[in-house]
Nanobody, 124 residues
Framework: QVQLVESGGGLVQAGGSRRLSCAAS????????MAWFRQAPGKEREFVAH????????SYTDSVKGRFTISRNNAKNTVYLQMNSLKPEDTSVYYC?????????????????WGQGTQVTVSS
């Protein structure tokens, strides 16, 4: 069982930066692959980034490549999403998610554990 709590959301101007954190409970955090998803009003939840349990392998959706960076600190049971050059279209509730296994997965049903989400609003 893994419990996830996101933090770091807020209001930021276009072009600015924000770092999201996701703190996980449980002693087996390092055995889970982690991901960030986001959901804008009226839209489906979409994949943003994935990181393997070791942190060696990462993957991003095309719209955030070169701007967002996912990382993790297994000693602190925390995964991060550094967001740079933010755009108004990045405005969403951001969720972290965990899954057993290490292969990249971009679909929400692949993830068994979810946080409550943190709102990021980018003003133009």
């Amino acid at each position: 069982q893994v419990q996830l709590v996101e933090s770091g959301g807020g209001l930021v101007q276009a072009g600015g930066s924000r770092r999201l954190s996701c703190a996980a409970s449980g002693r087996t955090f390092s055995s889970y692959a982690m991901a960030w998803f986001r959901q804008a009003p009226g839209k489906e939840r979409e994949f943003v980034a994935h990181i393997s349990w070791s942190g060696i392998s990462t993957s991003y959706t095309d719209s955030v490549k070169g701007r967002f960076t996912i990382s993790r600190n297994n000693a602190k049971n925390t995964v991060y999403l550094q967001m740079n050059s933010l755009k108004p279209e990045d405005t969403s509730v951001y969720y972290c998610a965990a899954r057993s296994g290490d292969r990249i997965a971009t679909m929400t049903p692949a993830y068994a554990y979810w946080g409550q989400g943190t709102q990021v609003t980018v003003s133009s």
